[in-house]
């Protein structure tokens, strides 16, 4: 079983859906959990970060639920431009992080 | 803030030659450095955390003799992919961290094709 799994997708939505992702991570003991988005042939960039009081930064919402190992990603009000993988992170401890395979999303006008 | 570099950002090479992939940290100092791998499609595998002035911590798998890194200075650290062969070709990331908070920051990738 992988560390942080992930729905590989693809999730096609249209324009102004709301579209919501999964990951499920197996080490309890993971510290902190990330959102990155990745674009095609480039490198990863922080989205944000997750809580388990939930946080919320414009449209997008994530959560954690550490009791059932699991974070989630909500986009609101989808644009063509969010189309991107969305790759789950988890810091294990001292910055040894795992990703996830990427959930890709495409959002058509 | 807290940008990180990496040159070349893509290279061809021939099969049994080295390969020297360079990542900076422009912006601050990078206690830690993180060497990832990434084949078309797949996710992000790490290779290696090097720390400043010690030896690189491989992952299982992952062979030391033939993915030479040094970690000389808080800026600066290189990923030497020796005798490569078209098995290598690659998307090469690494990210850095300046160990104050848990996250890293990211070069742009470079691109390795050994033909």
């Known amino acids: 079983r992988k560390e942080v799994e992930q729905d590989p997708g693809p999730f096609n939505v249209p324009e102004g859906a709301t579209v919501a992702f999964n990951c499920t991570y197996s080490?309890?003991?993971?510290?902190?959990f990330f959102w990155y988005r990745q674009d095609c042939r480039k490198e990863p960039k922080l989205l944000m970060s997750?809580?388990?009081s939930g946080n919320e930064d414009g449209r997008f919402t994530a959560q954690l639920n550490r009791a059932s190992q699991y974070i989630s990603l909500l986009i609101r009000d989808s644009k063509l431009s969010d189309s991107a993988t969305y790759l789950c992170?988890?810091?294990?401890?001292?910055?040894?992080?795992?990703f996830g395979a990427g959930t890709r999303l495409t959002v058509k006008p | 803030g807290a940008v990180v570099s990496q040159h070349p950002s893509r290279v061809i090479c021939k099969s049994g030659t080295s390969v020297k992939i360079e990542c900076r940290s422009l912006?601050?100092?990078?206690?830690?450095m993180f060497w990832y791998r990434q084949f078309p499609k797949q996710s992000l595998m790490l290779m290696a955390t090097?720390?400043?002035?010690?030896?690189?911590?491989?992952e299982q798998g992952v062979e030391k003799d033939k993915f030479l890194i040094n970690h000389a200075s808080l800026t600066l650290s290189t990923l030497t992919v020796t005798s490569a062969h078209p098995e290598d070709s690659s998307f090469y990331i690494c990210?850095?961290?300046?160990?104050?908070?848990?996250?890293?920051?990211f070069g742009p990738g470079t691109r390795l094709t050994v033909t």
């Open positions: 990210s850095a961290s300046s160990g104050q908070i848990y996250e890293q920051y």
């Open positions: 080490n309890s003991a993971s510290q902190s």
């Open positions: 997750v809580y388990s």
């Open positions: 992170v988890v810091n294990r401890n001292n910055n040894d992080m795992r």
């Open positions: 912006d601050f100092q990078a206690t830690t």
């Open positions: 090097s720390n400043e002035g010690s030896k690189a911590t491989y």
